[in-house]
């Protein structure tokens, strides 16, 4: 592989999080590490569903501002999405001026449909004019005061993983020096419902590889990132929590939205991931699968994993995130790959949720104490509705290719 060189090399240094586990990045890790949220309860009238509970951010963690961008009214995804976005920032050490030459990259499924949802109910404020869904980018973007563009990338469930990319291409290709890249989503009735009728929403919690699993359970929040090229960030000195090493995506191209049983799309996104990190599979010491508890899902995903790495030399840990924050649509990648970068920062992987697992799921979720990461990169997975796959390999900052 021809060596890298720090202008092309693209660094995460700096995190954000609003999630069910708080405000903060803090918040948080130390969240996962207590055993993640519980789901409770949804407040909305006539929830004439199955399911009607998600994994929820609390209140006093969504901010109050902003409450409206160029017209439009901001319900509490675009707010979060603000919110962790200057978090990121400020963590990263980025300052104004420099915010004004810093492109915002964002995933978005729901976006600010919660705000026309409460406006046509029947408490609400009639039919209220259009107002755009795909809102939050402009909205994170008009906060940092960045005078550079804005993009909202809408691949369902994998648009965190495809913004990543999108941003990682920028990076590389010298187009920016920094971008801020992230997603958000949050509760909607049209959103449960979907799930809820297609029989895909679990009523108990989210379950990822447990015997009775039954579905998944959304949970909302937003996730931002500071990706910056390295020889930006050692030129101001900063800290790198990893780098985004490698990025694939692929589409099955078989169901609207059942995932292809053969699962060869999927494989070659994380053999394509891997080979664009200059990355052997020995070298991946943990893996952030999609594993959203739907029973198809997670079966194909867990034979995707053994046709990628085999029989290594000890058991490769997977950690399922959805079990600790809920399935957060469009935002999941990016709480993988925040997630991931925490890991490879920290050198330990959180215990998983405890479950009775499924047999035909054959792969390793430790369930005790904090486990030691012995390898110096974590592969994250993406899935979605369309067959979009996406597969990132990010690595510990300080590795060579």
Known sequence: MTPRHDERRAVLTGLGAVSCLGAGVDAYWNGLLAGGAAPR??????????????????????????RRHAGVPLGAVPRMAVGAALEALDDAGIEYPERADVPVVMGCEMGNASVQEERRGADGAGRPRWTPLAVAAAAVAAAIGSHRGNISVGNACSAGGYALGIASDMIRSGEASVVLVGAADGVTR????????????????????????????????????????????????????????????????????????????????????????GLRRDQVGCVLPHATGTPLNDAVESRALHRVF????????????????????????????????????????????????????????????????????????????????????????GWSA
């Open 190 to 277: 049209v959103g449960m419902g979907g799930f809820d009728r297609l029989g895909a929403a679990d009523p108990r919690s989210c379950r990822p590889f447990a015997r009775d699993r039954a579905g998944t359970m959304f949970g909302d929040g937003a996730a931002m990132i500071v990706l910056e090229s390295a020889a930006h960030a050692r030129r101001r000195g900063a800290r790198a929590y990893a780098e985004l090493a490698g990025v694939a995506w692929s589409c099955d191209a078989l169901h609207p939205t059942a995932p292809d049983p053969d699962a060869a799309q999927l494989v070659r996104a994380m053999h394509e991931a891997l080979a664009d990190a």
């Open 310 to 397: 085999g029989r290594v030399a000890d058991p490769l840990p997977l950690f399922a995130l959805k079990a600790m924050i809920g399935h957060t649509s469009a935002a999941a990648g990016i709480f993988a790959c925040l997630t991931s970068a925490l890991i490879l920062s920290r050198a330990r992987i959180p215990a998983n949720a405890p479950m009775e697992q499924d047999p035909e799921c054959d792969v390793w979720l430790p369930r005790e104490g904090l486990l030691r990461l012995e390898r110096p990169a974590v592969l994250v997975n993406t899935c979605a509705f369309g067959g979009n796959n996406s597969s990132l390999a990010l690595a510990g900052w």
């Open 41 to 66: 309860e949804v407040d909305l009238p006539h929830l004439n569903m199955r399911a009607t509970r998600m994994y929820r951010v609390p209140g006093a963690a969504v901010p109050e501002q902003p």
